[in-house]
């Protein structure tokens, strides 16, 4: 199993959770957080004025996958999430160890 965090545009969430839905990734985590990349602060013009923004609002989505699915999660986030512009997200992939339902006795 795999860890997906993908770190996406807030406004993309819905778009991104459809997709996936459509395609049987139903279950997620999702952390509303503000983070940057490599651009580090932005200038944004807020009323007339510059504003100097260090950190932007994302979404982090959390998805623990089969390892099989994990190419197929990966570019379902990318077609639905990407505008083009910078700014459009993060993928990282961790290993997972074990999963376990607390309703039932299953693990994985
Ligand atoms: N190396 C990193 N470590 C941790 N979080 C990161 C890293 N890079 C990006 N992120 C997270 O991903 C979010 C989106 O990053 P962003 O899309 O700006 O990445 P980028 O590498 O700058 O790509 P782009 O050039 O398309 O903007 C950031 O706000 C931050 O939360
Ligand atoms: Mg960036």
């Given at each position: 199993m795999k860890?997906?965090?993908a770190a996406v545009r807030p406004e993309k969430l819905d778009?991104?959770?459809k997709a996936l839905e459509e395609k049987g990734f139903v279950a997620m985590s999702?952390?509303?957080m503000t983070g940057r990349?490599?651009?580090?602060g932005i200038l944004l013009e807020y009323r007339?004025?510059?504003v100097a923004v260090d950190t932007l609002p994302k979404i982090m989505l959390m998805m623990v996958v089969n390892h099989n699915d994990l190419d197929s999660v990966i570019s379902i986030i990318r077609?639905?999430?990407r505008t083009g512009h910078i700014g459009d997200g993060k993928i990282f992939v961790l290993p997972v160890e074990?999963?376990?339902r607390v309703r039932t006795d299953e693990t994985w």
């Open positions: 860890m997906v965090l778009v991104i959770k999702i952390f509303e990349g490599e651009q580090k007339g004025e510059d077609a639905s999430g074990k999963m376990a």
